[in-house]
């Protein structure tokens, strides 16, 4: 029988897997700092966007180290470790699988060689056309599987690290602006070599990725939230197309590709800490909005105003502030429970929620409840917890959703459930209303939930709501989280490229699991 592992998870009922993170990216050009503790806070301000494995590498000038491990960032590092991981530059991730296993080959920052040294690189997104770029390291470094291919890694950010490896004529720089180009998909950045810390955002600016100032170097990091853990000062986001580079000659930028900006609306919607911003749009403020929208769009006589929480709290607020309903807390929230791998009787499965949620009874009891929640995936969830309010007294239970029903998958970095498994593919609102007993079901608008961004919708992408990808997507065989497991990939047997990289004691290598 497996031990608990402590992870944090999204998940209410046993089973019941909600929309999923993308990952979470960090990086630190500062001599004289401790670039691991500071690339350790910054991922603990990320670890919401992954909870599967973190890992940081340093360079001190001269070689490159890395530690990672499957589990959550206070899990994976403790002092030793850190104090083990010296040096001047650092990146760091943290991990939900959205290509490739969540297994600890898979985990990130990967290593390859270069013609010069090594490269670490952390990706947050998901590329599109994988398929092909295995076909391009094949073509280009011949049939043997090098680095973290060799190894096992299935992985996008795999393939990504074995086409830098470049050739003696090129830098890694230079070699960078020939290959970002050629990916498609959705991909923030962050890699080092021994000298050069790195950062990338895709041309449509998928994922958010900001670059920040520190009194003695530089930060990138996906969410403002971690600029603000590490004492960093916000300077701007990196544009979309555009790769930065961070040595001792200072900051420098170039543009590999023309911008054509189709963020995440999701982000605002669930997958971004409500204290970031991004497009210099408060997250916490759009959702307060799009709650107030949800209001004047679906409104209802009751009692009271209460949030599935935590996602669901700025929506709520924003309603009852509409509505003049009065807002209260219903649900209290258990913060510590992650999973259990002991198995409970079915009785115990069905009231699987309450390993999480439980009513305030005194509160609810008697009351007409609007409740406020960021999303509905499969159903399951929302059937449990209207079942659970009814059972503690409420007289009537009105479901009102901050985004539009989920309908199609994403292919840009975030693990939905499948479109089979979608309680909104093929239901109307009112029929999924039924389908989890609640007395009536409001989802926002696609436009009212675009406008509480403050951004056009022509530079957002909607595509899990809409069914219209901005990035075009290759046949349904050259898709999916397990390609580079299911594929024969084009590649021999292996070679090892990194045998001669050194660990430090306390610091494990992407050479041997720690």
């Known amino acids: 029988m497996a031990r608990p592992d402590g992870r944090l998870t999204h998940e209410l009922l046993p089973g019941e897997k909600g929309p999923q993170d993308a990952c979470g990216v960090f990086g630190v050009w500062a001599p004289g700092e401790e670039v691991a503790k500071l690339t350790y806070f910054g991922l603990y301000a990320l670890q919401h966007r992954g909870q599967e494995s973190a890992g940081i590498a340093t360079s001190n000038g ?33 991990r939900y699988s959205t290509t490739g296993g969540s297994t600890w080959e898979n985990a990130q920052p990967t290593l390859g060689a270069t013609a010069a040294g090594t490269v670490a690189l952390g990706h947050n997104g998901n590329l599109t056309n994988t398929a092909e770029l295995v076909e391009l390291v094949a073509e280009r470094y011949g049939p043997q599987r090098r680095g973290e291919l060799a190894r ?91 790769l930065i580079a961070v040595d001792a000659d200072g900051l420098r930028t170039t543009r590999f590709a023309e911008p054509t900006p189709t963020g995440c609306v999701f982000e605002y919607v669930y997958l971004a800490r409500p204290d970031t911003t991004i497009a210099g ?77 439980n009513p305030l009874r005194e509160v609810i009891r008697g009351q007409r409840l609007v409740v406020v929640d960021d999303s509905i995936v499969r159903g399951n969830t929302q059937r449990a917890l209207v079942r659970m309010l009814r059972e503690a007294g409420a007289a009537e239970v009105h479901v009102r959703i901050s985004s539009p029903p989920v309908q199609w ?20 609102p009112e029929e999924i209303g039924r389908s989890i007993g609640a007395d009536s079901l409001g989802y926002i608008s696609i436009d009212g939930m675009v406008a509480a961004t403050e951004r056009p919708s022509s530079q957002l992408c909607a595509a899990c709501f809409t069914g219209r990808y901005p990035i075009e997507l290759p046949s349904a065989d050259r898709l999916g989280k397990n390609l580079l497991e299911q594929s024969e990939l084009p590649l021999g047997a292996p070679e090892d490229g990194l045998s001669t990289l050194m660990t430090a004691t306390g610091g494990a290598g992407a050479l041997q699991h720690p």
Not at 66 to 88: P, W
Not at 298 to 315: N, Q, W, Y
Not at 324 to 342: E, P, S, W
């Open 152 to 242: 096992g890694n299935t992985t996008d950010t795999a393939v990504i690290t074995a086409l830098l490896a470049g050739d003696p004529d090129h830098t890694l720089e230079a070699t960078a602006l020939e290959v970002l180009p050629r990916l498609r998909g959705a991909f923030c950045l962050v890699f080092m070599d021994e000298h050069t810390l790195y950062a990338a955002r895709d041309p449509h600016g998928v994922r958010p990725l900001v670059l920040g100032r520190l009194e003695r170097g530089w930060v990138v990091a996906s969410e403002t939230a971690a600029l603000d853990i590490v004492g960093a000062s916000l300077v701007r986001e990196v544009e979309p197309g555009e």
């Open 62 to 94: 001269e070689q490159l180290l890395v530690y990672k491990d499957m589990g959550l960032v206070s899990q994976v590092f403790d002092e030793t470790a850190l104090n083990a991981l010296t040096g001047h530059i650092a990146i760091g991730h943290t």
């Open 409 to 428: 998958p994403c292919f840009y970095g975030i693990d939905f459930a499948s479109r089979a498994e979608l309680i909104a593919t093929g239901l109307r």
């Open 281 to 357: 749009r408060s997250v916490h403020a759009a959702r307060v909005e799009m709650g107030r929208t949800l209001a004047r769009e679906h409104p209802v006589e009751a009692d009271l105003v209460i949030p599935v929480p935590e996602s669901g709290t700025p929506a709520a607020i924003g309603y009852a502030a509409e509505s003049g309903i009065r807002y209260a807390q219903g649900l209290t929230k258990n913060a510590y429970v992650g999973r259990t791998f002991i198995q409970p009787s079915q009785t115990l499965r069905q009231l699987g929620i309450r390993l999480k949620l």
